[in-house]
């Protein structure tokens, strides 16, 4: 089992992208709480360069509401990940957590549930790139 799902786009600028994954996001849900630029943090904090890569913080407030009712730590795997990153040919690859992979230790059946339900629609989101 793989702990992500991705794809790779060809014929979008790196800015497009993000926005793509932004929209096709909100579609299913789910609202974008956190963004970190990790080249530029990178850049600040220790001084190097990298290539560009932003992990979106994904999170939809119904599923998650549900998940932490039943699972009162289930926080510390939320909110969900995808990032969106430029690969060295020039595509920009975007990929998800798998949520049934990353929650697969949690034995709660509603936490199980909403794992499920979330790994679709992060499915669909990536798909529908």
Do not use: W
């Amino acid at each position: 089992m793989s702990y992500y799902f991705s794809t790779v786009l060809k014929n979008k600028s790196f800015e497009q992208v993000i926005e793509s994954v932004k929209a096709e996001l909100a579609k299913e849900g789910f609202g974008v709480p956190s963004e970190v630029d990790m080249q530029k943090t990178f850049k600040m904090k220790l001084g190097v360069d990298f290539r560009k890569y932003h992990i979106l913080g994904a999170c939809n407030p119904e599923y998650a509401k549900k998940a932490v009712e039943s699972e009162k730590n289930i926080g510390v795997l939320l909110p969900c990940s995808v990032i969106v990153q430029e690969n060295d040919n020039g595509e920009v690859e975007v990929a998800a957590v798998d949520p049934l992979a990353s929650m697969m230790m949690v034995t709660n059946p509603t936490v199980q549930e909403v794992a499920t339900e979330i790994t679709r629609r992060l499915e669909r989101v990536i798909e529908n790139l």
